[in-house]
Structures are given as C-alpha cells and as structure tokens.
C-alpha cells in the first residue's frame, strides 16, 4: 500500500530555514505528480507546491522564490528546502500523490510540524 513518511521538521526562528524529506513506497515514484501541503493551527489543508515526474514545479504565490521542491526518483523521495521561514508558514507538512487537485483523493503520511517562533 501508498506509504509516506514525512521527517526534518522542528522549531526555527523568522528568516531560518529547514529542509523536508519524504520517503515513498508502495507504488511507482516516477510517474506520478507530487506535492507537498500543510496544515497550518485551526486552518484547512493547503496545497502549495507541486512536482512532475520530470521535474517540473508549480507553487503558491506566498512560496514562491522562498521554497523549493524537489524530487529524486532513484531513492524514491521527495524535498521541501524552505528558506526565509515565517509565522505563516508554521503548519504540520505533508507530501502527498497528486497535484493540486487530486491530491485530495489520495492517502496521507503523519506529517511532520513545522513551528516558526522566536
């Protein structure tokens, strides 16, 4: 079955940075759509980010330029490198299958929290 499993969260200070590792197993990496999307306190899931199996990316207007995602389909797994981290951003992370459509449909690991705090 889909497992994902979401590690490299943790506390950072406004303007840190944190890098985020999925590891996916139970079906072929390579050819799907991968994306990565949070749950910020008492707020709805967000999609804001997006990978094709070649490496084509899609973000949020409020990412954009401050997160990269990115993909390795040897191993299987999937990146977040977020750089000049705000309050905004504190959230539990998840990836997921799927673009920002379908990733509803899809299976979702445990996350991993992100709390940005002075």
């Known amino acids: 079955q889909v497992q994902l499993v979401e590690s490299g969260g943790g506390l950072v200070r406004p303007g840190g940075s944190l890098t985020l590792s999925c590891a996916a197993s139970g079906f072929t990496f390579n050819i799907y759509i991968m994306s990565w999307v949070r749950q910020a306190p008492g707020k709805g899931l967000e999609w804001f980010s997006s990978i094709s199996p070649t490496g084509i990316t899609n973000y949020i207007d409020s990412v954009r330029g401050r997160f990269t995602i990115d993909r390795d389909n040897a191993k299987d797994t999937l990146y977040l490198y977020m750089n000049n981290l705000n309050h905004e951003d504190t959230a539990v992370y998840y990836c997921?299958?799927?673009?920002?459509?379908?990733?509803?449909?899809?299976?979702r690991g445990r996350g991993t929290q992100v709390v940005v705090s002075s």
């Open positions: 997921v299958r799927g673009d920002r459509f379908s990733y509803l449909n899809e299976p």
